[in-house]
């Protein structure tokens, strides 16, 4: 196990493994991903209230769940970070917040496009959406003061912290439709107790969020893999990988 970490720390190592995982796992996430989307679009029923309009729920949920889970993931890098000095895991940490962003965005335009036969408006400054919001600033904040520092030791720090900080948004985005009177209704899937949707329309939802999560997988590793490029380009390992792709 130990001698696992001590490998994650080396990034001819981890260029390397990351490149033969996405290779088997980015075929598999669009698989999933495209049977995901069909069965939801196209075989299952409408539902009795919203009608088709619901569908939006294959891209919309799917993208929020796995922003959400993609935080933790900028966070716990920041963390070891912060700890163990890991410059590995400053790679992570930055290389989780544009998939992050990206998703965080994907939700609230697609939550934007399903608000407004549901509820009459685009946008409406409910506690769900805007905490949302609010975790696509975090994405972004991280970001741009990455960007901000000349001192990239400094700004991995800095980024870390903004990231764990970011972390009390989180469970206040998964308990805001409970802990405030909200136009969101309730999660419709629940990990204890009967979850409220149909299982023909729960099923290929299922399938969606566990290729978006492979898919968040295949970008955090294909952005690791830009990354150590660009810190390790003056290196002979990386001199070598250039020369022989010429």
């Not at 994650?8 to 996405?22: D, R, V």
């Not at 698989?31 to 088709?52: E, H, M, S």
Request: aromatic share 14%.
């Amino acid at each position: 196990m130990w001698t696992f970490f001590h490998k994650l720390g080396s990034p001819p190592w981890l260029y390397a493994i990351a490149g033969t995982i996405l290779r088997w796992l980015l075929p598999i996430a669009l698989l999933a991903l495209g049977v995901g989307v069909v069965w939801g679009l196209l075989y299952t029923a409408p539902d009795f209230r919203q009608g088709n309009s619901y569908r939006i729920i294959y891209i919309h949920v799917p993208a929020a769940v796995v922003a959400l889970a993609g935080y933790y993931v900028m966070a716990i890098a920041g963390a070891i970070s912060l700890i163990w000095k890991m410059k590995m895991a400053d790679v992570a940490m930055l290389a989780a917040a544009p998939v992050g962003a990206a998703l965080t965005f994907v939700a609230l335009v697609t939550g934007a496009i399903w608000g407004k036969p549901t509820w009459g408006a685009w946008w409406v400054w409910d506690a769900r959406i805007t905490s949302m919001l609010i975790l696509l600033f975090l994405y972004l904040g991280v970001m741009a003061l990455y960007e901000a520092y000349d001192n990239k030791a400094a700004a991995a720090r800095a980024c870390a912290i903004l990231s764990l900080v970011g972390t009390v948004n989180i469970p206040i985005i998964y308990k805001s439709v409970d802990w405030w009177y909200s136009l969101h209704q309730p999660a419709s899937i629940k990990f204890t107790g009967e979850s409220t949707i149909d299982p023909s329309m729960l099923y290929p939802l299922l399938l969606c969020i566990v290729s978006f999560y492979l898919l968040f997988t295949c970008a955090l590793l294909a952005n690791m893999r830009v990354e150590i490029l660009r810190r390790e380009r003056r290196t002979g390992w990386v001199q070598r990988l250039v020369g022989s792709a010429v």
